[in-house]
């Protein structure tokens, strides 16, 4: 089984029906507030004032005025929590499950269920009234499931990745959390860091792009930036006391690539295309293995 896929934690919790969401009310009445995610329009409507007030502040570098967007419609679940605390003990993976209605991707996690409907561009997340799950990070959570979902339909990945930009291109290091990712980003003597945790990989026509996003994970310093970079190259990462690169045996680069793509590793047999975005990104930037050290030097190993 590829690494990092952990059924056992997966989708152990089936999200609401639509059926649901229909009787739910709008959490206020305040402005909507439009994201811009990697070039992935998101405008979350139905806010009341205090959480509008945070995502604001949470997004602001990457707030938009476009008005072709997808519509996320904010709601009161009426309930406390979605998956009780104690189902999920500290240690167990973080209950994020997916289930589907007709073309209707659901979703559902301590702090909010949800809806997203890929052909109407539109959806819904229902708040738990309990901020056992911070209600802000629920909203990131339902927007990382939709931005992986909706960059899939154009040849695209989401992937468990840091990005850092340098000379004009943008490369990703994947890796399980505790792989290294963060500090290979927060050591790099070179380049600006797009994120240390989610890295969005979009496709215009045959090429491959690296885009700046919010999902900057827990790296903090430096600018947050937007805007998109041809990839440069693709590397699984894994902590050595030396730095070099080490070519992926064939047949394993799509396998460890999938196992760094999140929210759609488990649905395999809904959706062909995650594993055909997965090879074509492999046949135009192949992976490899980068054995780094913690001097931020690796870059030498790269070239």
Known sequence: MPEEIQPQILNRFPPPPLDFFRPLKPLGDAPPLTVDIGGLVFRLEG???????????????????????????????????????????????????????GEDLLVRSFGFAGW???????????????????SAWCVENYLRVATAWRVLGEGGVLLHAAS????????????ASGSGKSTLAATSRLGEVLSDDLSLVRRHGGRFMVAGTPFRGTYTRGRKIRGEF?????????????????????????????ASAPFVVDQLARDGRILENLRQLDNAHPLAYLHFDRSGDFWDALR
């Open 47 to 101: 806010c009341d004032v205090a959480r509008r007030t945070q995502l604001e502040q949470r997004y602001a570098e990457f707030l938009s005025e476009a008005s072709d967007a997808y519509v996320a419609s904010l709601l009161d679940a009426a309930k406390e929590h979605f998956v009780m605390p104690e189902e999920a003990p500290v240690g167990t993976g973080h209950p994020l499950s997916l289930g589907w209605e």
């Open 116 to 134: 997203i409907s890929l052909q109407q561009a539109r959806g819904a997340i229902a708040l738990a009234r309990a901020e056992y799950e911070a």
């Open 164 to 175: 850092l930009v340098v000379e004009g291109k943008g490369y990703l290091f994947m890796g």
């Open 230 to 258: 041809p990839v440069g190259g693709v590397f699984r990462i894994l902590k050595a006391k030396t730095n070099r690169v080490e070519a992926v045996p064939g047949g394993s680069a799509v396998p460890i690539l999938l």
